[in-house]
Nanobody, 125 residues
Framework: QVQLVESGGGLVQTGDSLRLSCAAS?????MGWFRQVPGKEREFVAT????????YYADSVKDRFTISRDNAKNTVYLQMNSLKPEDTAVYYC?????????????????????WGQGTQVTVSS
């Protein structure tokens, strides 16, 4: 069983930066970040392979967000720059339980087996 705990959310202004962290307990493989606004479907943000070599981003955050991981700390990060009001959401960390999954298939939430409780990010205009 894997437990994921997100942190780092908060209230910022347009153009600011935030770094989210997701600390995992247990064995993790590929990990990802998703976000959700009340009343809307969960949206893929970014994913990273276990090695950290492969990453994949949603078009809406490409060139602004960077996903990374520190396997020694069993932690994955999401560096968010140039934040916009439309980035406001609850951000969730997720992990797969399978060692080999094509990176572009990890944009689908059903590929993940474990989810964190979420951290709120609010960007004011």
């Amino acid at each position: 069983q894997v437990q994921l705990v997100e942190s780092g959310g908060g209230l910022v202004q347009t153009g600011d930066s935030l770094r989210l962290s997701c600390a995992a307990s247990g064995r993790t493989y590929a990990m990802g970040w998703f976000r959700q606004v009340p009343g809307k479907e969960r949206e893929f943000v970014a994913t990273i392979s276990w090695s950290g070599i492969s990453t994949y981003y949603a078009d809406s955050v490409k060139d602004r967000f960077t996903i990374s991981r520190d396997n020694a700390k069993n932690t994955v990060y999401l560096q968010m720059n140039s934040l916009k009001p439309e980035d406001t959401a609850v951000y969730y960390c997720a992990s797969t339980s399978r060692p080999v999954v094509p990176i572009n298939s990890l944009a689908i939430g059903a590929q993940y087996d474990y989810w964190g409780q979420g951290t709120q990010v609010t960007v004011s205009s």
